[in-house]
């Protein structure tokens, strides 16, 4: 990579080799100057074939747009959290600001103006520490908004809030206390997805990443339009269902911020109902996930698990 100049898209990939080109011209189209492809390694021997062909598409752009298209395939797998941010903090080292686009998730092509957008609004609001293409509420409506929740389906970032946020991901950040504003049921809500993603039990990074935002009073800017389709409701998927709603959804034209951004309490409830699915029963059911993942986690594992309390 090049010595510091504007900003990098980084491309997660895995075994979509159709949806990497795509993203690839898209970009290409939109002129973003440097993309930075990091393909996992398979995790069976039945990946394979599929991660081999996401090899063949990075070395093939990496080729014909030499310094502009790099990629890196990974010696042994590290999962979709652990890839997501060993991948940015590599960008990080030579780019200030970051556009992160996992493999299924398909920019339109004013999803670039609006990370453009994005950087100058974080440069000049520390507290918005990612800004996110997605938008599952606001349809027909446009309205610039900043909630407490990120959106990681297609989204910008920053070097100086990419370190600022790695406290989310130490192992004592289990424990940290969540704001005492929160519903009951939401804090039980982060506070055990939180803690199930430290320990390893499920293969997620942006649950403490939002819980860290939430203990710190930390915002994101959401776009005011839809600007990235995900595809993931596929065999490949990890965190989405199939048939999701909020999957394969149509984008729209981004108009820049013709409005001052806010933040609208409604807004963040609709997210917290209907894209979280926060309910009354999540003390009690993460509760007893804890009690069940203690009692089936080896004996000699079991003190390597940090209790929140």
């Known amino acids: ?5 504007s900003e990098c898209l980084v491309i997660v990939a895995y075994k979509r080799a159709d949806n990497l080109k795509e993203i690839i011209e898209r970009a290409l189209f939109a002129n973003v100057g440097n993309i930075y492809i990091s393909i996992d390694c398979a995790k069976t021997a039945q990946d394979s074939l599929e991660v081999e062909k996401v090899e063949t598409v990075a070395r093939h752009y990496s080729e014909l747009y030499k310094g502009q298209v790099r990629f890196v395939k990974r010696k042994v797998n590290f999962g979709s959290s652990n ?25 339109a092509a004013d999803f670039f103006k609006f990370c453009d957008v994005a950087f100058d609004y974080m440069s000049d609001n520390p507290q918005v520490v990612l800004s996110s293409g997605s938008q599952f509420v606001l349809e027909g409506d446009y309205f610039p908004v900043l909630s407490i929740y990120p959106l990681i ?12 946020l790695q406290d989310a991901f130490r192992p004592q950040a289990v424990g940290d206390p969540l704001p005492s504003n929160l519903g009951r049921a939401e804090r039980a809500f982060w506070r055990n997805g939180r803690r199930r993603s430290l320990n390893g039990y499920i293969d997620a990074w942006d649950i403490p990443l939002a819980a860290y935002m939430l203990s710190n009073n930390l915002l994101a800017l959401h776009s005011p339009v839809n600007l990235v389709t995900n595809s993931g409701d596929d065999s490949v998927a990890l965190h989405v269902r199939q048939n999701d709603p909020f999957c394969n959804r149509q984008t729209g034209e981004f108009l820049g911020l013709i409005s001052a951004p806010v933040q609208i309490p409604t807004y963040d409830r609709w997210l917290r109902r209907k894209l979280f699915k926060i309910r009354i029963w999540h003390p009690v059911t993460g509760f007893i996930r804890k009690a069940i993942e203690f009692y089936l986690r080896p004996v000699d594992k079991r003190d390597h698990i940090h209790s929140p309390n």
């Open 153 to 164: 389906w297609g989204w910008c970032i920053n070097r100086v809030s990419w370190n600022r």
């Open 83 to 107: 890839n997501v941010r060993t991948s940015i903090s590599e960008a990080m080292e030579f780019f200030e600001d970051v556009i992160v686009l996992e493999d299924d998730c398909i920019p």
């Open 1 to 5: 990579m090049p010595s510091l100049v």
